[in-house]
């Protein structure tokens, strides 16, 4: 057994672990679903902070949602995990992906942008990366890596696209799939956020895929006031749904809860996003998760 070009192969793993895969071969069929609801005072008062020198390209939530999600998979390593070809691999990098609408109408394109996070990275690294990216993906002539992929296939006649397309796919099966195809394959990032409260909606939750490798999936919902249970009594704040798919078979339910718990920690201390993604909450912090 081999590591793949993204991964490292877990030979040792217990044998639960081991036999889940063989047992529920299909990421699509292991779904779990956890959704909470985040107050957003604190949150609103650290981007008020973050965006008082008035920067040319402003804070916002979306990425303190995204800041706080890498923080939580860097400090819990078995949410980098993911099964395929019935093995579990871990991952040798924390990553993020998600679709930018180029133009905000029915025919207006997508694009893909991926986040190769860092452990030393801060808020204010991930805000620069999505800044450079975004000014290169609003740009309407440019198509991503695997966009471009995918339309060359489509431009060649079907006989020769549908035997070579089923190619490709079996290959990803298999682990053998030239890292180029899938450099920005979202199905291939640590965690797929979808923004659907930035075209309007409330949220839902989103499935996983067969293909490629993502375990975890973040729907953020529209933010606005939203009523929250304090001391019996109901008071509207600010808040956001966040709706969250993730493969049950890379950890157990004690490990999610814990994780799921740490990332709204993070969101209702924002300012340890100013903090190193690596850098470890306190025990006494820990242990009341």
């Not at 035997?163 to 053998?176: A, D, H, R, S």
């Not at 180029?180 to 659907?196: E, G, I, M």
């Not at 989103?206 to 993502?214: C, M, S």
Request: proline letters at 4%; a negative charge; charged letters at 25%.
């Amino acid at each position: 057994m081999s590591n793949r070009f993204d991964a490292e192969y877990l030979k040792k793993i217990d044998s639960m672990h081991f036999i889940m895969p063989f047992m529920f071969p299909n990421r699509c069929d292991n779904e779990t679903f956890f959704s909470f609801r985040i107050d957003l005072t604190e949150v609103n008062e650290y981007l008020q902070k973050k965006n008082a020198g008035n920067p040319d390209y402003k804070y916002n939530l979306f990425q303190c949602l995204i800041a706080a999600a890498l923080k939580t998979i860097t400090l819990r390593s078995r949410l980098s995990i993911f099964i395929h070809n019935r093995r579990m691999y871990k991952r040798n990098e924390v990553s993020a992906a998600f679709t930018v609408k180029q133009e905000f109408t029915d025919d207006g394109g997508e694009v893909l942008a991926f986040i190769h996070s860092r452990p030393d990275w801060t808020i204010d690294d991930l805000h620069e990366e999505i800044r450079r990216q975004l000014l290169l993906l609003k740009n309407k002539e440019y198509r991503d890596e695997s966009s471009g992929v995918m339309d060359r296939l489509t431009s060649i006649p079907e006989f020769i696209s549908r035997p070579l397309v089923g190619t490709i796919c079996k290959m990803e099966k298999k682990g053998l799939i030239p890292p180029a195809l899938v450099k920005t394959d979202p199905y291939h990032s640590t965690v797929n956020f979808a923004n659907l409260g930035s075209i309007g909606l409330p949220g839902g939750f989103h499935h996983l895929t067969n293909w490629g490798t993502t375990s975890m999936f973040i729907v953020i919902g529209k933010a606005g006031r939203m009523p929250f249970f304090e001391n019996d009594e109901v008071i509207f704040r600010d808040g956001v749904d966040l709706n969250i798919t993730i493969d049950e078979r890379i950890a157990d339910g004690y490990y999610f809860s814990k994780s799921m718990k740490m990332m709204q920690y993070f969101l209702s201390h924002p300012e340890l996003l100013d903090r190193p993604f690596n850098e470890k909450l306190s025990d006494d912090v820990f242990s009341t998760l």
